[in-house]
């Protein structure tokens, strides 16, 4: 008969679990990097007045400045009317407003606001400090590995799927 002891916990607290024996899989180390990180900048954010959502709204604005709102609400994955209500919060504050697009009444496009773009600068150093919170122990050549290694994982999950056959 195999009796199996009961998993040692070597670390618990609010922020984290590690179990001695649970699988490094790259699976479950990339999802508890990820959460542990968007906890970590939730906590931070919070200090400066924004949730991380928003905050993901506000940076892809950033970049994307003007965007129609279904494909912002496809780049967050998440479903248009929850983005929207995003927004209705983000353009209540000041943040973000929408423009009718010109071509297209039923699109509407997404701009950031002068407000916006300062609570983003706001929020800046605080993203910066926890990178290097998160990245601490890597020299610059691993932390620069690190990130093309991320962006070609990245890249194979985007393209497109295999076609499956169900013969």
């Given at each position: ?57 506000l940076?892809l ?90 962006n ?16």
């Open positions: 008969m195999f009796l199996r002891t009961a998993p040692k916990i070597i670390a618990h607290n609010k922020h984290s679990y590690y179990i001695d024996g649970m699988s490094d899989d790259l699976g479950f180390l990339l999802g508890d990097a990820a959460r542990l990180l968007r906890r970590s900048f939730d906590e931070r954010a919070r200090a400066v007045g924004v949730t991380r959502p928003q905050w993901r709204v940076a604005l950033k970049r994307f400045d003007g965007s129609a709102q279904v494909t912002m609400a496809d780049m967050l994955d998440v479903e248009p009317i929850t983005l929207g209500r995003m927004v209705d919060r983000l353009q209540d504050a000041g943040l973000v407003e929408r423009r009718a697009d010109p071509n297209d009444r039923r699109t509407w496009r997404l701009h950031l606001t002068a407000e916006g773009e300062q609570k983003i600068e706001a929020l800046r150093p605080t993203a910066l400090a926890l990178f290097d919170d998160a990245l601490a122990g890597l020299d610059a050549t691993q932390r620069t590995e690190l990130e093309a290694m991320l070609i994982i990245r890249a194979n999950l985007t393209r497109k799927p295999h076609e499956v056959s169900h013969g």
